[in-house]
């Protein structure tokens, strides 16, 4: 039997707001064991009363040493996603404990071509990915395509543009589901099969598939990768709760 | 309430991949001893076997919990009836491929259910369906949606979530979430 994930006492270096309503927090960790792209972590919050509850948070990004980033989504109502953007402030203590998950992880010694679809803040756990790739300086071709309501609503923004230049052999679409920016050539709708067809992989690249969002949208995502002839084995999914986040 | 649980009244959704589509004339569902002897039933053989309702309280390794479900389904103590075994564990396997372990007695004695209905309708296909394993006193992930068949064998086998850092029993109660804890 492994050794248990430890429990640790994270504090608030630095933060980000990635839109209106997400930040980007990146927390110290003395003692950070390291991770793979596309693990996430436990946060667990307690109150002077003692009460505490947990919720899972990708990693958004490699290790830097003992500091680690996540990006949290305020939902509207929401115990700790709401405690975290709003609230939660430079040194802080937050506990933490990771890394969790081993089966939706990307590895940079992997040259087989990779698909990553992101609905909403489902794109955390694929830009540690991206940024794995780059970090590693692997080869594998890489094709995100990220759904967003609208411009106003995507993470990362300035990086993934640059990424889309810079990271050769990285190709990025931004799929708006609301509103587009000036100049889009798609009209603004919900992803389907032309989207995955025209901006993805051709099932006998045989890419292996990370489809990381809500769950309605993971469901659907899924299950159009299946009927375009993708091998299920070759398709991992993360779901992220019923809506948003 | 388990510890580091919090109640949902939604049903979120953890499954490692897409949503498989199994039509109902070629489901079946086999348990296979240690010795090599199966016992199948077609979909509609497992309709035709004692049904029970129970409800109960499901927790998720992801935190929520969920109170007092109802579901409809097969006992496995009714499906274990004739298979001779002296099996101390149990390998859960899916359409899809999943794959769960479980000591067998975690699985008799009324605390297992293969069913085949939720909340008085059948079961959404992203939720299991046609059928899932219940296992309601261990975290849900052993509850191994789309279930085709159990095997039974004399040594513990990793499942799917176990052999990538999930906990080999998963007691939520003693908060079982990962391999360690
Ligand atoms: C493996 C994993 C990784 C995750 N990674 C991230 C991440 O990187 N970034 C991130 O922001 N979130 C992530 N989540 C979601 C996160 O764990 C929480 O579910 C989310 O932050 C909401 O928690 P809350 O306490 O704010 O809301 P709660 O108090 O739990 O819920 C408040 C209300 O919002 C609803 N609700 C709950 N979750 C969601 C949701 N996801 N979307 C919309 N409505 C919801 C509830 O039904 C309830 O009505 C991840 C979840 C999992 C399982």
Redesign the interface.
Known sequence: ?????EWRVATLAEFRNETATARTLLLDVPGWPGHLAGQHV?V?LTDADGY?????YSLGAPADGERVELTVQKVPGG?VSEYLTDVYSIGDPIELRGP?????VWHPSRTAPVLLVAGGSGIVPLMAMVRARRQARSRAPFRLIYSVRSPADQYFSSELRRSAVDDSGLDVTTVYTRSAPPGATREPGRIGGADLERYGWPPQFEPTCFVCGP?GFV?KV??T??GLGHD??R???E?F??TGG | MPPGQYLTEDFPVLSAGPTPNIPLDRWEFVIASEDGREYRWTWDELLELPAEEPTVDIHCVTKWSKLETTWRGVSLDVLMEDVETTADFALAHSYGGYTTNLPLEDLLDGKAWIVYEFEGSELAPQHGGPARLLVPHLYFWKSAKWVRGIQLQEFDELGFWESVGYHDYGDPWREQRYQGD
């Open positions: 039997m492994s050794a248990r994930i436990d667990r505490s509850t947990q919720r899972s115990e969790v998950g081993g089966w939706f769950t469901e899924a299950n990768l299946v299920p084995r398709i991992r999914t779901r709760g019923p």
